[in-house]
């Protein structure tokens, strides 16, 4: 009895006492954990994923198990206990040259395997969000050299994709639409309100995605995810902590960066902190003079003066600060519930707007200020998702956020005392119920609903800057109430009809309603005091994916989106460029987008990858500006000036059409090779060359990568835009462009030599450099208002644990 007494007392000691078998998973090329590496034994009765350091319990599995290691972008490797342990239980996994069996969530709101998806769809891991160590979340999309990213000022980045941008395309983070009631078609500049050091990962989709996430999907979709709150996976709490700080010199950059997770059993907490300062940019100084800025305005004295820029490389007033902060709270009561609360906040400085600052009228420089002002973005997201297989379905996902943003603008011409200021606040609630059902291993259904509300205020003012008057301004919108609400069902399916052949379809119904008071009509003496627009809209999409074997992927795919008129469309009152001016319209349609994919995949013996995707996109009913006529007048007198009377009408229909090219190839161990390059053309029905197509760009990377050291020494370059591939539109910009041999502004070609290196010093501690632009060119990238950087050094250090 006493031996049975003992025994007993031995094994649980050993159970309570001795510590658990944990086993860690690192990257054979950079030593880094991995997180999220699947651990299964043959029979898949047990499984597990490695956490944030790449950790994880080996308690579960048997002594005689075969332990399965996979993760999409590592190669598969089998281990038994015994030699896991002969390995002192760290392991070290090769990269794929390339993901083909990934997994994504942009598609369908849910993980497909891409395999099984038509779209072309472009993946930003987090370890290449970390080596590239973008400034910006536009700087993080133009990494990609697929989206082309345009910048009137620093503090900016328009995405272009596939000639669509602004209301054209999708932002949405963690899985909420940022696109509100007035992103406009001129150059947005939003996507810089999201913090890109605590980005998780990116996909962007090519082409329409109305299907999953309605009005404004046309061009493509950029989906962000956010680092999650994660929990403990073991007997111990999970604590992780990331600090950074980065130095630029082009701009003077000043960054840093803080986030740490504490993760308890069923609670998780993730805090994030970023802030930046950035100095006025300093251009190249190799080519196009005619880019430098020679003069400013400046007032001393309450005088404006005119002073010479004793460096015109250096583009005085392009500088200003910016604040993130997030707060992720999660709770998993059991294993079928999984809430998680979100908190964002971006807060910028004001924000000159160069591409104004450098206009000149009658030779003289026409605005002593514009700026915006401080760009304020909260939103708070609950999202809860329930895994139990029922009738209705086998997962659903609840989403309900609300964000507050403001945004406004403020300019003053030179010798003048008053500064017009104005502001717009927009309220946007959001719901949305997702859910899939899986019919049989071949068959799923993904089905939800989604309503919009977005209310928008618009003030204005006019003050004296010396006696500190406040007078009356015309709004930019109604001054009354604005709103925009829109509802939608949608449906998708997929059928893997064989091992060859997967079969995609969807359809999406949406409502689109919107209203707008005019309170004040002093100003304009419009014929209406409301202005008022209800529309449907229908779309849907079918596409094929064949796989003749493991090394091929042929993908088909049809899509229509669409783009429901919004406030900014119907009630805006606007200068669009000198000379004319915006009216509302409220006789508008929805804008749609019919469009084709055809690509092809192809990867020989697991060291080269080769893709190309063509499209061809019809859009109908295009909301365009042209001329119209306002009290009977063609011509109204506006900011002081005779100007020519617009108004946005479905006037125009176009086509766009290009290729997408990508190659990837391990040269030999540890180095590797890559190259992309994106065409498109574009116009409309006469002819006429649309705004937001990019001229032909890419970029070739050659990459050696062991354990400590990655070096990527790369070239990004851009086709011409000559005079006549340009939209008139662009053509009357004078001050943005060089100057051809005929006296005409064009868009030059350009390339740049970079250099990007990063060394883990230790498991906490790497280093990063670099060397943009080598060669110190000056260029300005097409529509871009503002000049790329120079010559510019960049070095930041990054602590984990």
């Keep these: 009895m006493i031996k049975r007494i003992c025994l007993f007392v ?38 597990i994923y490695t956490n944030s350091k790449g950790m994880a319990s080996l308690d579960r599995f048997n002594p005689g198990d075969s332990i399965i290691f996979q993760h999409p972008s590592f190669i598969k490797v089998v281990y038994t206990k015994q030699m896991l342990n002969k390995l002192d239980l760290t392991i070290r996994l090769e990269k794929k040259i390339w993901m083909l069996d990934e997994f994504v969530i942009s598609a369908s709101k849910w993980e497909q395997n891409i395999r099984e998806i038509p779209n072309k769809i472009k993946i930003l891991r987090n370890h290449d969000i970390s080596f590239n160590n973008p400034q910006t979340a536009a700087d993080l999309l133009a990494g ?63 082409g329409p995605g109305s299907v999953v996430y309605g009005s404004d999907a046309l061009g493509g979709v950029m989906d962000f995810h956010t680092k999650r709150a994660l929990l403990s996976t073991g007997e111990k709490n999970n604590f992780s902590l990331n600090a950074f700080a980065r130095y630029s010199s082009a701009n003077k950059e000043n960054t840093g960066h803080l986030d740490f997770n504490i993760g308890l059993e069923k609670w998780a907490s993730l805090t994030s902190i970023s802030y930046s300062k950035y100095d006025d940019l300093k251009m190249g100084t190799i080519k196009n003079p005619d880019y430098q800025r020679y003069e400013y305005v400046k007032r001393i004295n309450n005088i404006d003066s005119v002073f010479k820029n004793p460096d015109p490389n250096i583009q005085k007033f392009s500088g200003y600060r910016q604040i993130n902060l997030m707060q992720k709270i999660r709770f998993r009561p059991n294993e079928h519930l999984d809430m998680n609360y979100a908190f964002h906040l971006s807060g910028l400085s ?29 939103m708070h997201s609950i999202k809860a998702r329930y895994n139990n297989p029922n009738v209705v379905f086998d997962a659903l996902q609840f989403t309900v956020a609300y964000q507050a943003y403001e945004e406004s603008r403020h300019d003053r011409k030179p010798g003048k005392t008053e500064i017009r200021h104005r502001t717009e606040n927009v309220n946007a609630f959001t719901l949305n119920l997702d859910m899939d059902k899986k019919i049989n291993e071949r068959q799923d259904f993904y089905y939800g609903l989604e309503f919009v509300l977005n209310d928008v205020n618009s003030t204005a003012e006019n003050e004296n800057i010396i006696s500190g008057e406040i007078l009356p301004e015309a709004t930019r919108y109604p001054d009354g109430d604005n ?34 008071t005019l309170v004040d009509n002093s100003f304009y003496n419009f014929p209406f005091d409301k202005i008022s627009l209800t529309t ?73 990858h080769f893709e190309i995707t063509g499209f061809y996109t019809f859009l109908k009913n295009a909301m365009v500006r042209r001329d119209f006529v306002f009290n009977g007048q063609d011509s109204i007198m506006y900011d002081d000036q005779l100007s020519k009377v617009q108004a946005v009408v479905n006037a125009s229909s176009a086509t766009l059409y290009g290729l997408n090219m990508n190659l990837n190839a391990e040269i030999q161990k540890n180095f590797s090779f890559k190259t992309n390059l994106s065409y498109t053309f574009g116009q409309d029905f006469e002819d006429i060359p649309l705004r937001h197509v990019a001229p032909f760009f890419g970029s070739t990377h050659l990459v050696y990568e062991n354990q400590h050291l990655q070096i990527d020494f790369y070239s990004n370059y851009n086709g011409e835009k000559p005079f006549d591939k340009l939209a008139p539109s662009e053509q009357s910009k004078t001050y943005m462009y060089a100057i051809d041999d005929n006296g005409d502004p064009y868009s030059p070609a350009w390339y740049t030599l970079n250099l990007k290196t990063s060394y883990r010093w230790n498991e906490h501690f790497i280093i990063f450099a670099g060397i943009g632009n080598i060669l110190d060119h000056r260029y300005r990238p097409y529509s871009s208002g503002i000049v790329a950087p120079g010559r510019n050094f960049t070095l930041s250090l990054k602590y984990t644990i």
Excluded: C
């Design 10 to 47: 031995f094994f649980v000691f050993n159970f309570i006492f001795l510590p658990a078998q944990t086993l860690v998973v690192k990257s054979a090329s950079d030593n880094k954990p991995v997180e999220n590496v699947a651990l299964y034994n043959k029979s898949m009765t047990i499984s």
């Design 144 to 206: 990609t050299n697929e989206v082309f990213i345009q910048k009137s000022q620093l503090g900016g980045g328009s995405p272009m994709i596939r000639g669509f941008a602004t209301n054209s395309i999708l932002l949405v983070v963690d899985g909420v639409r940022m696109n509100n009631a007035i992103y406009r078609s001129g150059n947005l500049q939003n996507v810089i309100s999201l913090d890109p050091h605590i980005i998780q990962n990116t996909e962007v989709i090519f």
């Design 350 to 378: 004001d924000v000159p707007r160069y591409d104004r600052l450098i206009q000149y009228k009658n030779d003289l420089l026409k605005y002593a200020e514009w700026y915006y002002g401080p760009q304020k973005w909260t």
């Design 536 to 608: 449907m809209a229908l779309n849907g999409s079918a596409g094929m994916v064949f796989r003749p074997n493991e090394k091929w992927q042929i993908n088909l795919n049809a899509s229509s989106g669409f783009r429901a008129p919004n406030i900014d469309d119907v009630a805006k009152i606007f200068d669009s460029e000198p000379g004319n001016v915006v009216v509302p319209n409220n006789d508008l349609d929805p804008e749609y987008a019919y469009n084709i994919d055809l690509g092809f995949i192809r990867e020989f013996s697991d060291k080269f």
């Design 483 to 516: 709103k925009y609400r829109t509802a939608a069902l949608y449906y998708s399916y997929k059928n893997n009809l064989s091992d060859f052949f997967t079969l995609n379809t969807g359809i999406r119904l949406n409502y689109i309603d919107l209203s707008s």
